[in-house]
């Protein structure tokens, strides 16, 4: 059975609670959040501020600190525990039973590094690369950020790849996890969303509003050239798979 750790911070325990409910016949775990409110600025580790600010505009917030550096405990219990296939998942969507059976569908005779995204919040131009035994056509995006990390599913290499990719934070999270040119994954997302989001989606434990986090227009430059970059290796990597 495929696992699903779920990322659930202490100080939230209603929303583990909501999520067990939705979780009948499923492999769930919990995974501890790291709070990054919780930790001082100056006692943040494995962060390049500089490149954050020069690729991203904005300055990282905590809450966006403790979610790269929960995701990656996530996947580190994947390599770690050995397992083949596992679904890493946050506390604000909601499960089905069928899941696990889905998400392994799409990994049948895949032993490469590979990464499915099983939500997004869009995915314009979409490019079809298969469809699994169990139906879910999955593919690339000409256009992204895809946006969310809130499901996917990942291979023990997939895993391990990414924990050593990805050490280092100068961008959000969702964002870096969907870069699988930069991280040597194969990275898809399926063309129709695998789970929902929950009502604790309009609740962000990340932060309420990135506005105060945006540097002047003018000190963005960089990231807007960079941007510029990653639509055209977004643009090729799709291609690539179709």
Not at 114 to 137: I, M, P, Q, Y
Not at 204 to 225: D, E, M, V
Request: proline share 3%; net charge positive.
């Amino acid at each position: 059975m495929v696992p699903v750790l779920v990322i659930n911070l202490a100080r939230s325990p209603e929303r583990w609670d909501a999520i067990r409910q939705t979780a009948t016949g499923l492999d769930l775990r919990r995974v501890e959040g790291v709070d990054g409110g919780a930790i001082a600025r100056e006692e943040w580790s494995a962060i390049d501020r500089e490149r954050f600010r020069a690729r991203h505009g904005r300055i990282v917030t905590p809450g966006e600190y403790g979610c790269y550096r929960s995701h990656l405990a996530a996947l580190a219990t994947v390599v770690a525990e050995g397992v083949d296939v596992a679904v890493i998942a946050e506390d604000d969507i909601v499960l089905n039973d069928r899941l696990g059976e889905r998400a392994a569908a799409l990994f049948a005779g895949v032993e490469e590094p590979r990464l499915v995204k099983l939500v997004n919040h869009r995915t314009t131009g979409f490019l079809e690369k298969g469809v699994s035994a169990a139906g879910d056509a999955y593919g690339r995006c000409l256009f992204g950020p895809l946006g969310s990390a809130a499901c996917y599913a990942v291979n023990r290499s997939g895993a391990q790849r990414l924990v050593e990719t990805l050490a280092t934070m100068w961008l959000p999270w969702d964002v870096a996890l969907e870069r699988g040119w930069a991280t040597g994954v194969a990275t898809y997302t399926t063309r129709e969303p695998l789970v929902a989001f929950s009502t604790h989606r309009a609740r962000s434990t990340i932060t309420a509003s990135y506005a105060h986090t945006k540097l002047p227009t003018l000190q963005r430059r960089r990231a807007f050239s960079f941007r510029a970059r990653d639509f055209l290796r977004r643009a090729g990597y799709a291609l690539e798979a179709a």
